[in-house]
């Protein structure tokens, strides 16, 4: 039941509910049978999907129609669908609209208890205090204390309550008003953390059906393989999504697109099989167009069916992959060579000490190389334990039953990139190379299909768009100077940005700090000066006389 009231300074506020506090003395939700609270429960569902279709501007009326407009195309979930027939009168597919709003009104009074079957609610006399304390104590974000609230309502608005009182009645308000609210806590966290959810099974896909992949800096200082210096590596991680098996991991600086091809392309030459469907994230390295086109891109070039991509800001949906950075981190970062450990619950004095000792020389730094021999062995470990889902097999047990579905190519032509360019003069100019053969001749205006290797300049394939093979290109000339690979390049392409961000944040320092000068100005000030400058000696400073 919604109410209005009148508060002292004259600005009306809308109860969200009545006082629960009266639904102590007796538990209607106890006392419901299983099956009233089975249809309270469906009801329910069908509201907080009614209020997920309700986004800003789309009222409650449409959010109905919405559902019910779905419901008939068939593009509800078969689980949303069983309680709305459960939910539904006799010979009806859903609801009536009468009928949601009035669940709604309920449900808003006095929760899941008024969603109960022959529930008539109670009237309870509002405090008209409550509009005021469930409004401060779910401002967005901010999560204010119960004291807070407490100290607005007397101090300000004049009410005469005490702290117990609030304390009680915020305790007692349902979860969507109270301490993990959506207001409070966000509706995203609120999504994850407290709404319900399908947990998921793998027992119906077959080892090599579908692979996940995600990134992970990993919590280790090691030394970078170029500079020696404390270095964190990005691993970008590939995992069989029936049997937890990791089919293959790489180190790199950053998880970019290359480093996502390349752990692809020689996970999929190991184990000579393609996988029916990629699960993996909105990533830049794993969504963009060297990857994601449907013609020159990396899944489509491989055989690749279908790429499914987790909701961004949802973890949850990636948490096979998830799960294994957590047990890496605790089983084999935290033991491998403690010291060097870096998470974010290792002691502060500890980090510190291995920084000032690494850096003074005291202490050596591991290799890519040993970290790569370690992880690899705990990796044979880790999958000769028992799987999460079946304890009678282990990870390794479930990959040996893989049918390989061969590529059909090789780690090389794998590790390509392609691009499609238009032939002009039996020549194709892609960046600041040019490659021609003289049987681009004939498809001169015509777009074909360059495919380049990162680390070789000297020869390009070239193709059609529908993957026919045209002739291997040479090259015939660099335009201005540039690295002898592709890969240097990108490498000093992305040290020359890093030095252009480096050097914008020492402008806006020295902005800050007031060293910023400018000459121009300085000079037009010098002239329109009035007083003299007097060289006292030529071991002294330039003086400025400032007197008339």
Not at 123 to 137: C, D, K, M, N, Q
Not at 151 to 167: A, S
Request: net charge neutral; proline share 5%; charged share 25%.
């Amino acid at each position: 039941m919604v109410k209005e009231i009148m508060p002292p300074m004259g600005r009306q506020v809308v109860m969200p509910m009545a006082n629960v506090l009266a639904l102590r003395a007796r538990n209607p939700w106890s006392e419901a049978t299983d099956r009233a609270r089975q249809i309270a429960l469906a009801r329910e569902d069908v509201l907080l999907d009614l209020q997920a279709r309700q986004l800003p501007g789309v009222s409650f009326d449409a959010a109905i129609k919405s559902l019910q407009a779905a419901a008939e195309a068939g593009y509800v979930k078969p689980y949303l669908l069983q309680q709305l027939k459960l939910v539904s009168k006799k010979g009806r597919k859903y609801p009536t609209r009468s009928v949601l709003f009035d669940w709604r009104s309920y449900y808003d009074v006095d929760g899941q208890i008024g969603l109960l079957p022959e529930w008539k609610g109670r009237v309870v006399e509002a405090a008209s205090w409550w509009g005021y304390a469930i409004e401060y104590y779910n401002v967005a974000g901010s999560k204010p204390s119960m004291g807070a609230v407490f100290n607005r309502l007397v101090e300000v608005d004049g009410f005469n309550v005490t702290y117990d009182q609030v304390r009680h009645y915020l305790n007692s308000v349902p979860a969507m008003l109270g301490r993990n609210s959506p207001a409070r806590i966000g509706k995203n966290l609120y999504r994850l953390t407290q709404k319900k959810y399908i947990q998921r099974s793998t027992e119906n896909a077959l080892a090599g059906d579908v692979y996940v992949a995600d990134g992970y800096r990993a919590d280790v200082y090691l030394a970078h393989p170029v500079t020696g210096d404390i270095f964190r590596p990005e691993l970008t991680v590939g995992m069989d999504l029936n049997s937890r098996y990791i089919i293959g991991w790489r180190a790199d600086e950053h998880e970019g697109t290359i480093a996502v091809q390349n752990m692809w392309a020689e996970a999929i030459d190991r184990h000579q099989h393609v996988p029916v469907f990629l699960y993996i994230d909105n990533g830049s390295g794993y969504k963009n167009k060297l990857m994601s086109d449907e013609v020159v891109g990396f899944y489509s070039r491989v055989g690749i069916q279908e790429i499914i991509h987790a909701i961004p800001g949802n973890p949850h949906g990636k948490g096979w992959i998830e799960q294994f950075f957590r047990i890496m981190k605790d089983d084999f970062l935290r033991l491998w060579q403690p010291q060097f450990y870096c998470g974010t619950d290792m002691a502060d004095e500890v980090l510190q000490r291995t920084v000032r000792e690494v850096k003074a020389g005291r202490l050596q730094l591991p290799t890519m190389a040993q970290f790569a021999d370690a992880f690899n062995d705990w990796l044979v470990r880790y999958h000769n334990r028992p799987h999460p889902e079946n304890k009678q097999v282990t990870r390794a047990q479930l990959w040996a039953a893989l049918v390989p579905i061969a590529p059909h190519a090789t780690l090389p032509e794998l590790k390509r990139q392609a691009v499609t360019l238009t032939v002009r003069r039996a020549s194709l100019t892609h960046g600041k190379r040019m490659y021609g053969h003289p049987d681009l001749l004939a498809f001169n205006g015509q777009k074909l299909v360059l495919e380049y290797d990162l680390m070789v300049d000297e020869i390009a394939v070239i193709r059609t768009e529908q993957g026919r093979w045209v002739c291997d290109a040479h090259l015939v000339k660099r335009i201005d100077a540039i690295a002898t690979n592709r890969l240097e390049e990108k490498r000093a392409d992305r040290a020359e940005d890093a030095i252009k961000r480096l050097e914008k944040k020492m402008d806006e320092q020295k902005a800050r700090a007031g060293r910023v000068i400018d000459a121009e100005a300085v000079a037009d000030n010098a002239l329109s000066f009035d007083g003299e400058f007097t060289q006292i000696d030529d071991d002294q400073p330039l003086i400025l006389d400032l007197t008339e």
